[in-house]
Every structure is written in C-alpha cells, then in structure tokens.
C-alpha cells in the first residue's frame, strides 16, 4: 500500500512505473488530502490504473456524533478489519485518537479494546489514513489542516507495534503531508519499557502518557497484566530517561476505579511515586464497558482526588469526559468484527 510509503519513497515508485518525477507530489498530496484515487485529478487515467491496486481503500461501515460534538467512525480496512477511531473537537481545532493494532492483547481488566485479544497490527499507513480520513471530511487541506492533534489512545497497545508506529509518526510530521508536529503528538503506552528508550533513541518528542492506573505493583498486576513484566519503578526509570532525551513532560493516566485505586491510601502513595518529577497526572472517571464489573467513581470524587494530588505537590487534574454516549470515551472501543460481537 502506497500509503505506508514516505515521499521519497513515492518519488522512487512513480520513477519506477516510468513515469515523470512531478507525478509523486501530484499522487502524494491527494493522498495526503485523504482523496479517493478517482477523485486526484490530475493524475493521468492511464497513471491511476497502474497504481489502482496499491492505493488505499477503505469503506465507512459506521459513523456516529455525539451530542457533544465527538464523533466516532469505524473503517473498514481492504481485508475486512475495522478500525475505529475518534474526532474530539475543542477550541484550538480537532484532535484525532486513532487506533494502532485491530484489536490488542494487553488485556487490561478495565478495557474493551481487548475484549477479543489481539487481530493484527496496523500498518503506518492505516493509522495514518484515520486522520486523513477526518480532515478531508472537515474540509481541511494541507496548507489549512483542521485536525491539528493526534493522540495515539485508540484501540491497541502502540508500543507492542514499534515498528510501524515510528514509521507512521514519521509519516504525519511529515513536511510534504500533513506537518503535524510532535509537539501535537501524545502517544499513550501501558508501559512496554524497552520501547519507551527506543522511543527516546530513535529521536521521537512525541509528549510520552503512561497508563499507570496503580501507585503500586501489587495492586497494579490486578488490572494490568503487564505489570508482570515491568515494574512501576522501571517505567518510571524509563520515564526519567524520555524526559532527559526530550525535554517533554510525561503524562500519567489514572483512571478512577471505584473501591480499587481510588482511597486516600493509594492516592497519597501516588503523589509520593511522582514527588519531584517533571509530569502531570490525568484523572479519568473509569469509564463502564457492559462486559466488565469495574465501576467508576463521580467526577466530584475525581475532583476532590485532584485536590489532594495538588495539595501534595503533584500536577493533577479531571479529563474531560467526551463521547460517552457513543462508546467513543477512553477504553470503550472494541473493534466490532463484522457485526458479530456488537
Ligand atoms: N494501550 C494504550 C492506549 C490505550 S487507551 C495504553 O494503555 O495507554 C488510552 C487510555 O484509556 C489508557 O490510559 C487506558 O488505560 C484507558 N482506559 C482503558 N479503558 C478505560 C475505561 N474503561 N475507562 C477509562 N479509561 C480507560
């Protein structure tokens, strides 16, 4: 799929189907523009027909708007996967949360994304086409975007992807495509640590969240199975070593579970694991997921939450809840097959 492809490689694959070196940025930009192959118009029939089978198609098979003006679109993919992916609206402009993997196989207790384990992995192109996607349907172009923010929060573990994640965060920032800095860029990990140093070494300043969820690993392991792999003080190791390489302040995710992570115990032991860091904590209401028992707490308990974080010295506050009523809020994507499991 010519859509996984950087412009020099575009450049390289026109020049092979003989075709004059101009053709890239033509083929390239209505691309980029998230334009259907007929609709590039001044790419040659006889061109389009050479690259037909290489382009990028999806279909739509749902599209949903909230009330608050959040909207949820599930696409799908040539072999049939779906991927689902959500526009935020907010004052700046539009934030795409795309997915990275079909489906994923942390298996987190509180998340519908893995429901079903893990499909397979996206490829660059197929994260990228999710925010193409949007900004062609808002109108934007490349010169005035509309979407100016991507947060990798969809469905999938973006790190148990590395490869093709780096490839696509190269692809969005791109200056011939859509530019989108890094700085617009969070990219929100469980904690798959050896990756969180290649993220650093291989040069990214993507703003780096983690789901932390737990101050501690005992109660961490309960929710989160990777927590059996990484413990909380080799995330946080690796965090200090992302802010050494970048600069960029992490940003920890703390979704509110009634009963679990919620008492003034863990919370204290939360802002003593973070005194001193250069980071800000996300408080987030768990959101329900039908299949799952866990419960959220009221964003009033999230509040007074916040306070006390603050009052301990930690940057802390409630994320705005958006979407809820099309299971387009955090952790509520879960990639409906086919329609069998919806
Ligand atoms: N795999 C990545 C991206 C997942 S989704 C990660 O783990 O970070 C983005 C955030 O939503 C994560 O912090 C995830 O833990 C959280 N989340 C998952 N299910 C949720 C739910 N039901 N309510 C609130 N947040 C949830």
């Known amino acids: 799929m010519i859509l996984d492809m950087a412009y020099e490689e575009i450049v390289e694959y026109v020049k ?16 980029m523009l998230g334009k259907k192959l007929e609709d590039i118009s001044n790419l040659s029939k006889s061109l389009k027909e050479k690259i037909a089978k290489d382009y990028p198609t999806f279909e739509v098979s749902a599209h949903l708007k909230s009330k608050d003006g959040t909207q949820k679109v599930a696409l799908k993919l040539s072999d049939g996967s779906i991927v689902e992916s959500v526009l935020l609206k907010y004052k700046y402009g539009y934030t795409v949360c795309v997915s990275t993997q079909v489906g994923c196989r942390m298996g987190c207790k509180f998340c519908a994304s893995t429901l079903n384990g893990l499909q397979r992995n996206l490829s660059a192109g197929e994260i990228l086409l999710q925010i193409l996607f949007f900004n062609h349907l808002l109108g934007g172009t490349l010169k005035e975007r509309k979407v100016t923010n991507v947060v990798l929060m969809g469905c999938g ?5 590395y490869d093709n994640v780096a490839k696509f965060l190269k692809l969005v920032s791109s200056p011939e495509g859509l530019n989108i800095s890094q700085r617009n860029i969070s990219l929100s990990t469980c904690g798959i640590v050896p990756n969180i140093y290649k993220l650093a070494d291989d040069g990214f300043s993507v703003t780096l969240t983690i789901s932390l969820h737990a101050p501690n690993d005992e109660l961490r392991k309960t929710i989160m199975p990777i927590a059996n792999a990484y413990s909380i003080t080799e995330i946080l190791k690796a965090c200090d070593y992302y802010f050494d ?45 039908k299949e799952k028992s866990l419960l959220g707490v009221s964003r009033k308990r999230a509040y007074v939450i916040a306070g006390k974080l603050v009052k301990l010295g930690i940057n802390a506050t409630v994320r705005r809840t958006m979407g809820e009523d099309i299971e387009g809020a955090c952790g509520q994507l879960r990639n409906r097959i086919g329609g069998a499991n919806a």
């Open 16 to 31: 092979n189907l003989g075709e004059p070196v101009y053709r890239a940025k033509q083929l390239f930009e209505g691309m």
């Open 157 to 161: 573990e973006p790190l148990d992807n």
């Open 245 to 289: 390489k970048t600069g960029r302040r992490i940003e920890f995710e703390y979704s509110l579970i009634s009963g679990v992570n919620d008492g003034d115990k863990e919370v204290e032991q939360l802002a003593k694991i973070l005194k001193d860091k250069t980071c800000h904590v996300n408080l987030i209401p768990l959101n329900s997921v």
